[in-house]
């Protein structure tokens, strides 16, 4: 029984003097990047993380002031669409340390899509990166949350 009392009192303790997990910090919100261009809004969708532009600056197109479109797609099908409401991040789960990976994100200025994480470096700051093959090459923003 002393044993038994003796292994229990270990496990407690070795439990109790583990630190407490991190809080995961979550990329759900309004965020808006350096240039300030547009806002964008991560949200849940089914069990990954989307991304959707939800203010533009410049909504319309100087040369026709109508609304910027999603011309540059290279499915021709999808260049009238509108920028502004355009889902242009998919596919992120959870893959630890405040890290969401394996997304996509595409960039409407070029018609290109790129594989992406986001990572979150504060409640209020994150790190989105989007590379070609190894996320060693790429290019990261910070983003700030608006809201």
Not at 51 to 72: C, H, R
Not at 122 to 134: D, L, P, R
Request: charged share 25%; net charge positive; with cysteine.
């Amino acid at each position: 029984m002393h044993k038994y009392f003796v292994f229990l009192l270990a496990l407690w303790l070795g439990v109790a003097a583990r630190p407490a997990q991190a809080q995961t910090l979550s990329p759900l919100g309004v965020w808006t990047n350096a240039e300030k261009k547009a806002t964008f809004e991560i949200y849940k969708c089914g069990d990954k993380f989307c991304g959707k532009i939800v203010t533009l600056t410049v909504p319309n197109d100087p040369k026709t002031g109508k609304p910027k479109l999603d011309s540059e797609n290279p499915d021709p099908k999808l260049r009238t669409r509108p920028r502004l409401g355009l889902d242009f991040m998919q596919g992120f789960s959870y893959d630890g340390d405040n890290k969401w990976d394996n997304g996509k994100i595409y960039d409407p200025e070029t018609g290109k899509t790129y594989s992406c994480y986001m990572k979150m470096e504060s409640a209020n700051m994150m790190e989105v990166k989007g590379y070609i093959g190894f996320s060693l090459i790429g290019k990261s923003q910070t983003w700030t949350r608006v809201k």
